[in-house]
């Protein structure tokens, strides 16, 4: 008898279906050469301008809630002991 106070997972099963490349239907190939260090170079510039704007907005706004925060702590201090 099997009995089991806790029920098991189903085996996940892996749906794949193989593609395979036939040499003369490359649909990508529009002429043009691809070219790893420009397509490189372009992915580090976006990825620099997001990150530095998303980096100076958070910076400005966490800079600007530690001031708010000490301020009040330090006037809480300054009432409770005067």
Request: no cysteine; hydrophobic share 40%; charged share 30%.
């Amino acid at each position: 008898m099997n009995f089991s106070f806790f029920q098991r997972p189903e085996v996940r099963k892996y749906n794949y279906i193989p593609q395979f490349y036939v040499e003369g239907e490359d649909k990508k190939s529009n002429n043009k050469v691809f070219d790893r260090d420009e397509f490189a170079e372009r992915l580090h510039r976006s990825w620099d301008k997001k990150r530095q704007s998303r980096r100076k907005g958070i910076s400005n706004f966490k800079s600007l809630i530690w001031i708010i925060i000490i301020l009040v702590v330090l006037l809480y201090v300054y009432v409770k002991f005067l």
